[in-house]
């Protein structure tokens, strides 16, 4: 250990035991303490590794009683380190609420880096990993999914979120409906033995996953929707059709058909094409 911190957040591997720094092995040789989420999982890394150390369970459900007696442990001088079951602890994991009171109670702290399952899909998704954002776990309702999609969208950057095999496909014709034959990439068991990488168009994604049971862990990541650029080429469409004549319904059918976008969608385009040309007057 290079400096004198406190305690550690340590990254662990997120399927390959490899995949943790040598850092990440000495600040976890020298710790008295190392909470855990799942002290089975963990003794299987230390054993991997050759590390004997005492584990101590925390989870999202325990996290805030753990912080007082965590607490007490720096006070006393021991050198402490938190590990998730996988990946860097505090992204979708616990930690956050120990490290906000270790920072509160005035311990200085470090983060080793490492393995992290959004960088792994960012990276392989080939979408642009120059500016992004992660949300986090795909929302369950679908009300909590429109809120939660048309936040991203508005960003104009790659999407990156975690989801889990059951939900896949429901979210993946959510989307489908939503946005229309956007981009995708289905980043599946990174690291392990049936990594996979799914890119393609969303209706070609759903066809494939259609036809072979979703197993495993998952990261969706989405390319960037230019909602504008493409609202204008719609805008150009409804407006010729407008020209010829065509009512509302037929260009909502037209739409449809053309773009392979949802009839919600191409109802919601015209409706907002006929409020702007108000507008307009
Ligand atoms: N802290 C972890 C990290 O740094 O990525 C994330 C923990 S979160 C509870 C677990 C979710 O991360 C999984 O449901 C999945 O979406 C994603 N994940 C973790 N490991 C993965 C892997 N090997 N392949 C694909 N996704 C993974």
Redesign the pocket.
Known sequence: MDKQSNIYFVATP??NMMDITLRALDVLSKSDIIYCEDTRNSSNLLKFHNIDKKLISYHKFNESERVKEILDNLKNGKVVSVI?D????I???PGFVILKEVVKNGFSFEIIPG????INAICGSLFDAGSFCYMGFVPRTDVERKKYFEKFQKMNVTGIF???PNRLLKTLKFLKDYFGNINVCV??????LFEEYKRGKITDVISYYEEKKVK????LVLDKIEEKSEEIDLNKEILELKKQGYSNKKIVIYLKEKFNISKNKAYELVLNYNEKEKEDV
């Open positions: 997120i399927g998730s996988a990946g860097m602890p992204i979708n994991d393995a992290c399952a959004l975690y989801e889990s980043c599946r068991e990174l690291t392990k495993g862990e998952i990261v």
